[in-house]
């Protein structure tokens, strides 16, 4: 059994398919042990409290510099002893320390077919509206590992989802969500904790 941290700032949505992908045991092996945030008004830590899981904020603003909320973020991944950490919709630049420490054993997913739409500066809206902006006809979304870079790391599932002719950036990130991302988000979390792909990559 994996103890898996979920790093969130927002809303929740990949979170709560986590949590309903776990209940119906759709995710075998795996148990998160703790939900993240660094936005206390998050939606996202009502959920993980309402699944009885515990919730933490950890926000920059409460530290006196950005090096004081890296090792208290750390320290609570540490404490918990997770094996995997899984950011869905995390706002917050990962510190390198972090990155290292676990190496191979940070998931993200990005709401594009990663090369494209995907790096600095892409997040949320922004990468549906440059996906429209391109006029593109088909985008997605991406679950990788995490490493140095920005959405760099090894990619370990995508699935492609259709744009539509009249399409908002805000209607096609709802399709995506919906379409891709609550799909293959614990899809990756349960290979990983059932063996079929490996940590520390």
Not at 30 to 48: M, Q, T, Y
Not at 68 to 96: C, H, Q, T, W, Y
Not at 181 to 194: G, H, V
């Amino acid at each position: 059994m994996i103890k898996v941290a979920v790093l969130v700032s927002g809303g929740g949505t990949n979170l709560q398919a986590i949590i309903d992908r776990v209940k119906d045991k759709t995710i075998t092996n795996a148990e998160i042990s703790v939900v993240i945030s660094n936005n206390p008004g998050a939606f996202a830590l009502k959920r993980a409290e309402d699944a009885g899981i515990k919730n933490i904020c950890i926000s920059p603003k409460d530290f006196d510099s950005r090096d004081l909320f890296n090792k208290a973020l750390i320290a609570v991944l540490d404490k918990e002893k997770v094996d995997l950490v899984v950011l869905a919709g995390f706002l917050v630049i990962i510190p390198s320390e972090m990155v290292k420490k676990y190496k191979g054993r940070i998931i993200n997913i990005h709401p594009s077919l990663i090369p494209s739409f995907c790096g600095t500066g892409y997040y949320g809206l922004k990468v549906h509206e440059a996906a429209l902006d391109r006029g593109v006809k088909v985008t997605g979304a991406t679950v990788h590992f995490v490493d140095e870079g920005t959405d760099t790391g090894p990619i370990i599932l995508q699935k492609a989802v259709e744009v539509k002719e009249g399409d908002t950036p805000e209607v096609l990130q709802r399709r995506v969500m919906e379409e891709a991302e609550w799909k293959i988000l614990p899809e990756a979390i349960n290979l990983i904790a059932n063996g079929k792909v490996k940590l520390g990559c």
